[in-house]
Antibody, heavy 113, light 110 residues
Framework: EVQLVESGGGSVQPGGSLRLSCAAS????????MHWVRQAPGKGPVWVSR????????SYADSVNGRFTISRDNAKNTVYLQMNSLRDEDTAVYYC??????WGQGALVTVSS | QAGLTQPPSVSKGLRQTATLTCTGN????????AAWLQQHQGHPPKVLFD???NRPSEISERFSASRSGATAFLTITGLQPEDEADYYC???????????FGGGTKLIVL
């Protein structure tokens, strides 16, 4: 059974930081690019970032470029999202996903003073 | 970042057929195809079809997907109450070097 389990969500003040983790199992992790996608309340999914299979290539949405960093540890089948300088508009459920095949349950990130 | 175009809502009767559309360009849907996602309120998205129109075994055969150029189609036959949900398309965009999503279609089963 494929599982993507996110952790590390929570509430933080504007300007703060959080690190999301995603543990993957049930599929060949090293065969897939991994992505983070977020969804604000009542809105559609929005792509945030991706890391390629061996971690050597990354890309980001303009809205998070320079503030967020994606990485992966293939020995641990885990992908991370380091989020710095958080803003109110970063409030959303963050999904760890391959996008076109598998999705996690999501982690809620709330940025509010 | 520009997204894919989907109609905001589609309404059909019970047991009828609904066809949802997703329009992109040659950098995304026309390049590598589109995946289709279903999302019920309060739940994460579920993949109905990958970009090659492959359906996971747990997805009903009432669902089918196709593509013509830069437009992707999702067809649902014999509509059931549980098909009422939000449907999103997604694709890799080679010019943006990222994933783009449609705004979603809310399917209403009357």
């Amino acid at each position: 059974e494929v599982q993507l389990v996110e952790s590390g969500g929570g509430s933080v003040q504007p300007g703060g930081s959080l690190r999301l983790s995603c543990a993957a199992s049930g599929f060949t992790f090293t065969n897939y690019w991994m992505h983070w996608v977020r969804q604000a309340p009542g809105k559609g999914p929005v792509w945030v970032s991706r890391v390629d299979s061996d971690g050597s290539g990354t890309s980001y949405a303009d809205s998070v470029n320079g503030r967020f960093t994606i990485s992966r540890d293939n020995a641990k089948n885990t992908v991370y999202l380091q989020m710095n300088s958080l803003r109110d508009e970063d409030t959303a459920v963050y999904y760890c996903t391959t996008v076109f095949e598998y999705w996690g349950q999501g982690a809620l990130v709330t940025v509010s003073s | 970042q520009a997204g894919l175009t989907q109609p905001p809502s589609v309404s059909k009767g019970l047991r009828q057929t609904a066809t949802l559309t997703c329009t992109g360009n040659n950098n995304n849907v026309g390049f590598q195809g589109a995946a289709w996602l279903q999302q019920h309120q309060g739940h994460p998205p579920k993949v109905l079809f990958d970009r090659n129109n492959n359906r996971p075994s747990e997805i009903s055969e009432r669902f089918s997907a196709s593509r013509s150029g830069a437009t992707a189609f999702l067809t649902i036959t014999g509509l059931q109450p549980e098909d009422e949900a939000d449907y999103y398309c997604s694709a890799w965009d080679s010019s943006l070097n990222g994933v783009v999503f449609g705004g979603g279609t809310k399917l209403i089963v009357l």
